[in-house]
């Protein structure tokens, strides 16, 4: 009998067994790193010995919790686990900074705000300098601080204080 021709579903379906295995094998890397034995890792992940095994030998494909509780046992961070596993892409370096101010649900408004003003000021203040440019710090490295005072001038204070002549604290 003749094998089936390969298709491109058929090398995705075997990609998937190899990331498994990637996948277990990280897992492993990262319990030997932290100096846990299998039977620990589960018992702090909250899933069975054998479970945790089959991860590891890439017979099993966790689901996102899982991969969760397993990234909070060995402390590092879900998404580590997430690439890992395919459920989330590779970083491309380039982090949006600007996401994270807006989402971080510890800081008001205002101070999202604030932080956005200076961060976009020293991103202009680059580009309109150039890529080689020097940051243009003096001799105490106060400069961005002092731009950072410029900008945050309008009375918003990032630091959540509040000052009167619009400056922002300094703690």
Not at 33 to 57: K, V
Not at 139 to 153: I, L, Q
């Amino acid at each position: 009998m003749k094998d089936p021709p390969r298709t491109e579903s058929t090398q995705f379906v075997k990609e998937l067994p190899e990331r498994f295995n990637e996948l277990g094998s990280f897992i492993r890397e990262q319990r030997s790193t932290a100096r846990l034995s299998l039977r620990r890792l589960s018992e702090l992940a909250g899933i069975s010995n054998p479970y945790l095994s089959q991860i590891e030998r890439g017979l099993r494909r966790p689901s996102a919790e899982i991969l969760q509780q397993i990234a909070k046992a060995l402390r590092i961070s879900a998404e580590t686990l997430y690439v890992q596993a395919g459920i989330l892409e590779k970083p491309d370096g380039n982090t949006d900074l600007a996401r994270h101010i807006l989402a971080d649900h510890n800081l008001t408004e205002d101070q999202k705000q604030a932080l956005m003003r200076i961060y976009l000021s020293f991103r202009h203040e680059n580009e309109d300098a150039g890529p080689n440019a020097d940051a243009g710090t003096d001799a105490n490295g106060d400069a961005a601080a002092d731009r950072a005072d410029r900008v945050a001038g309008s009375g918003a204070d990032p630091a959540g204080g509040s000052r009167t002549d619009g400056a922002p604290s300094r703690a």
